[in-house]
């Protein structure tokens, strides 16, 4: 038998339970896992030497920059970190320059990925002005449609509850995802008229401008209008209790709400800003211990559904601007999973869990066929993780152009050796292996499904 790849001596994560045994990869799909590889020959062997082989970590919220904003990153540089951290699949949000707001720039935003990308890459859309222009974007095979409730990236006017019924009841009709931003324009603007003339530091007036009260306020209008609308809602980074709660008790009624949440508001609090300053500023905010334990209590407990990295590159320059003059982001592709991992280790997490969280739901929820699991007929994408391994997490080392982070100095105890994306080895050993533009754009085929 001739494969194109065989990975032996591995330990597998199949099917719940940790196998011994090969995986054997052909056409860019696993064809087979099999306890004695020996007599196979393929066109290329892999030696996992006893070590964990993922399923690859699909991101469904990520900032790939490009366009006008490369010099922040670009889909090469942006693509090569996902890959250095053990993540296969990413989806792209809307907000670059200009965004993504109409069929016109996505095929743009394609056709320059389609020559840079190393991994697997899907789109989001902006909710665009024009609710006729819905489905045609549907039909170009976006992931989702993405809504900046604080701050939208077209003339939507989403402080009119009549039009946001509108264009949710329209998202609904083709069972495409509508992802939130979770903050309320009105508390903002309210928030920011009431501490003119303040003597604040500027970053007691950004924690007092983007509440835990706005994300709450914003989750609840949501969740009444996909009550509805029967829209498919997706909560981005939730970051509180509250939030977490609101959520909760939605799922019990049954609601079609499915959330978020990101590595930097698990292991990261309003403290850090005392180190960090603007390199740890983000939207949302950190927040405090108690919606950090709050946080974790959700991933166990099944109320959130995915961990994404929620990837927002920066220059450095730009991070050292003024408190309230820097950007909000936090790059992330290169500290998730090794930081997770570390929690299974712990005991914080079953890696069951991590899983679900990193791979399996995120497929699910998002469409992707043939992903997130390693399973024959699966799409081969793959990590390999040494849990014996202790590493030192080292900005300056990123593939990312953003060669920040508030981990920085951060010991993890499990090291990503090795990344292949279907059936093509991309990164080994913190290399990029793969040729320029050998990554696949995906598209949500069968948006009726």
């Known amino acids: 038998m001739l494969v194109d790849c065989c990975i032996e001596n591995a330990k597998i994560y199949f099917k719940g339970n940790i196998v011994e045994g090969g995986i054997l990869i052909d056409n860019g799909k696993i064809i087979k896992i099999k306890k004695n590889t020996s007599l196979i020959q393929s066109d290329h062997k892999i030696n996992a030497k006893n070590r964990l082989v993922l399923p690859g970590c699909i991101d469904v ?9 490369s010099y922040k990153e670009d889909f090469y540089t942006g693509t090569c970190s996902a890959a250095k951290g053990g993540i296969t699949t990413v989806l792209d949000m809307p907000n670059s320059k200009p965004p993504t707001i109409n069929v016109n720039i996505l095929k743009e935003r394609k056709d320059i990925a389609r020559k840079k990308i190393v991994i697997n890459v899907g789109f989001y859309a902006a909710v665009p002005s024009e609710i006729e222009k819905i489905p045609l974007l549907v039909r170009e095979g976006i ?82 209008i996909a009550e509805k609308t029967k829209a498919r ?49 983000t939207l949302p905010p950190l927040r405090t211990q108690q919606d950090l334990e709050a946080l974790w209590k959700g991933l166990k407990e099944g109320v959130i559904d995915i961990i994404a990295t929620d990837h927002a590159p920066h220059t450095i320059e730009e991070k050292e601007k003024d408190f309230l003059e820097a950007p909000p982001g936090i790059p992330g592709f290169e500290v998730m999973l090794p930081l997770m991992l570390t929690m299974v280790k712990h ?83 913190g290399e990029i292996l793969a040729p320029t533009g050998s990554g696949k754009i995906l598209e949500r085929s069968d948006p009726l499904c």
Not at 151 to 169: M, Q, R
């Open 233 to 281: 809602l997706h909560i981005c980074h939730i970051s509180t209790s509250s939030a977490l709660t609101a959520i909760q008790i939605a799922k019990k009624r049954n609601l079609n709400v499915t959330c978020e949440v990101t590595p930097h508001h698990l292991f990261l609090k309003i403290d850090d800003f005392k180190q960090w300053k603007s390199y740890a500023k």
């Open 143 to 224: 992931f989702g449609f993405k809504l900046y409730l604080h701050h939208p990236l077209t003339k939507i006017n989403v402080e009119d509850e009549n039009e946001l019924i509108k264009y949710f009841s329209e998202i609904a009709k083709w069972n495409i995802i509508l992802a939130v931003h979770p903050d309320d324009k009105r508390t903002i603007e309210k928030n920011l008229s009431l501490l003119k003339g303040k003597n604040l530091s500027p970053l007691e007036i950004f924690l007092k401008t983007y509440t835990p009260e706005g994300e709450r306020i914003a989750i609840d209008r949501c969740l009444k």
């Open 347 to 429: 005991g914080k997490i079953s890696l069951d869990t991590l899983i679900s969280l990193t791979s399996y739901n995120p497929a699910k929820i998002f469409g992707l066929k043939n992903k997130g699991k390693i399973s024959e007929g699966s799409d081969a994408d793959l990590v390999l993780v040494d849990m014996k391994s202790q590493d030192i997490i080292k900005p300056e080392l990123f593939c990312s152009k953003a060669k920040y982070s508030p981990f920085a100095g951060w010991k993890v105890e499990a090291k990503i050796v090795a990344t292949i994306v279907n059936g093509m080895l991309v990164m080994e050993d």
């Open 61 to 69: 919220h990520v900032h790939l920059r490009d366009f006008k904003l």
